[in-house]
Nanobody, 124 residues
Framework: QVHLVESGGGLVQPGGSLTLSCVASGSIFRTFVMGWYRQAPGKQRDLVAS???????RYADSVKGRFTISMDDAKDTVYLQMSTMKPEDTGVYYCHTDYSTIKSGQGLVRLDSWGQGTQVTVSS
């Protein structure tokens, strides 16, 4: 099982910037994609941005031009740089990874894991 630890959340004023980090640890044979999801109070968890190891990147329309996702393969770390932040960016941000691992008796299996979440609040 892969363990994801997020950091960097907090309180920021509208127009401000914040960078989230997520470090993956555990038995990873290959990482396919890492991403960030956001869950606002009373709403479902939605994709904010994702990055595949081939470099393919996806952004939610609401964050295009303001957020940048990047990944450090060597460190199994994914970052989310958030700028020009808005109150509607408020929520709990979850890191997610889709990966493969070798399981005893099963061989190579594909799994996914979620982080515990980090709160981001955009308010004056």
């Amino acid at each position: 099982q892969v363990h994801l630890v997020e950091s960097g959340g907090g309180l920021v004023q509208p127009g401000g910037s914040l960078t989230l980090s997520c470090v993956a640890s555990g038995s990873i044979f290959r990482t396919f994609v890492m991403g960030w999801y956001r869950q606002a109070p009373g709403k479902q968890r939605d994709l904010v941005a994702s990055i595949k190891t081939d470099g393919t990147i996806r952004y939610a329309d609401s964050v295009k031009g303001r957020f940048t996702i990047s990944m450090d393969d060597a460190k199994d770390t994914v970052y989310l740089q958030m700028s020009t932040m808005k109150p509607e960016d408020t929520g709990v941000y979850y890191c997610h990874t889709d990966y493969s691992t070798i399981k005893s008796g099963q061989g190579l299996v594909r799994l996914d894991s979620w982080g515990q979440g980090t709160q981001v609040t955009v308010s004056s």
